[in-house]
């Protein structure tokens, strides 16, 4: 199978190249190109079926910037394949810019992520600098499933960042896409990075845009403009006015689920008891994350929101968090939700 027909909005040729096909009813890897600084690492089956829904303690991490992978509690189905991606430089520096073309062949089952958090540095005292620059083209073809899971981005004092990503997504294909973000590597760095801007762009074959995510963080040193400062209810005392851009929270995150009608219906209630009777279309909707009865600590402090995307295309969700690992935890319950009804709509 040839590689992803998109080619980055640069024009340049991609630092890494993915393809994944279903050959004889499993998922293979079936190319793979790489140039410096991204690599992958061996494409591999998850190790089995894995709790669903069940985690530890209450997966903050440690610090600021505590990251815990999603695979490390979240449900592991063993027919669909992990392509870890990582990063050999440690971290984006300014100016630099990546680009990454994947195909997910037709009733192919691919989950990408990450070996560690992705920091995003900044340029040297008294240097101007460019955005660092990561551009993804995935195509999802008919009957596949794509997940994209990093771990979350950890932005240093004044780093500058950009991320687009265009999504293909064939009549069938299914996409679980994630990203997450903590606001520092330590409460005196908070908020002190200059612009984050992440971009994900949705699209069918014949370029009908299905749905467009677009986030902005651009907060100003001292005075923390650019968030609505300490406007959600239930958050953490703030333990400075720092804090206060997310309502006392260490970690954001989104996820965005696009997926035939029929089987976003049964996801939207099976995510149901997760939040406060979020109803279809209703967005901004806030409540303590989880309900008592989940699997998951309610002392985790998580909020969540949960609305339908225009169109009905598929459905969005926002996250705030004590931290990144508690982060990835969350996206992890909500995949583990989502694997047992995309299976049970491949095998009823």
Known sequence: MPAARLAPA????????????????????????????????????????????????????????????????????????EVPIVHLGG???????????VRVGAGAAARFTGVGATHLHPPPEGAGGQAAQVRLALEVEAGALAEWVPEPLVPHAGARYRQVATVVLHPGASLFYAESLVVGRSEEEAFSWDELVLRTKIVAPDRTLLAVDALRLAP????????SPGLLPGAPPNRSTDWASFGGYRALAGVLVVAEGALLDRLETALGDLFAGPSRGEAGAHAPWPPPASAYPARSGVLGGMSRLPGGAGLAVRLLAPGGGAAMAAIGVILARWHRLWRQGRHP
């Open 10 to 81: 640069s024009g340049h040729r991609p630092h890494l190249e993915l393809a994944l096909a279903c050959v004889g009813g499993a998922t293979r890897l079936v190319r793979c190109a790489s140039r410096a600084p991204l690599r992958v690492f061996r494409a591999v089956k998850p190790a089995g079926p894995g709790a669903a829904g069940g985690f530890g303690a209450d997966g903050a991490g440690a610090g600021v910037g505590g990251a815990g992978g999603v695979t490390a509690g979240a449900g592991r189905p063993d027919w669909l394949v």
């Open 91 to 101: 971290g984006l520096l300014p100016g630099e810019s990546l680009n990454v073309a």
């Open 220 to 227: 100003r040193p001292g005075t923390r403009e650019g968030f």
